[in-house]
């Protein structure tokens, strides 16, 4: 599946959330990441990040898609990083 996934989270806990979250996904933009995961992985990633996050405080939010050709992507100004294939 494809995902874009975007936090909202304290600053203490900031950079805890942004090396947990590139270990699965593409960086495109501050507390912003997209890319294929499998289910199981996405379950991985969900239960570390709520080790992380303060329940009252802190969001994580989840848009899914069965492929990333289903999604119009559009970028105005600079790309972050590029989200291509590669080796």
Known sequence: ???ILVYD???KR???MLKLCRKY???IQNSVFEGEITEVKLKELKLKASMIMEKETDSLIIF???DEK???KEIVGRERSE???FL
Request: proline content about 0%.
């Open 64 to 66: 899914k898609s069965r």
């Open 1 to 3: 599946m494809y995902i």
């Open 14 to 16: 900031v950079g805890k």
């Open 83 to 85: 989200t291509g294939n």
């Open 70 to 72: 289903w999604l119009d």
């Open 9 to 11: 989270i304290g600053e």
């Open 25 to 27: 996904l593409s960086w």
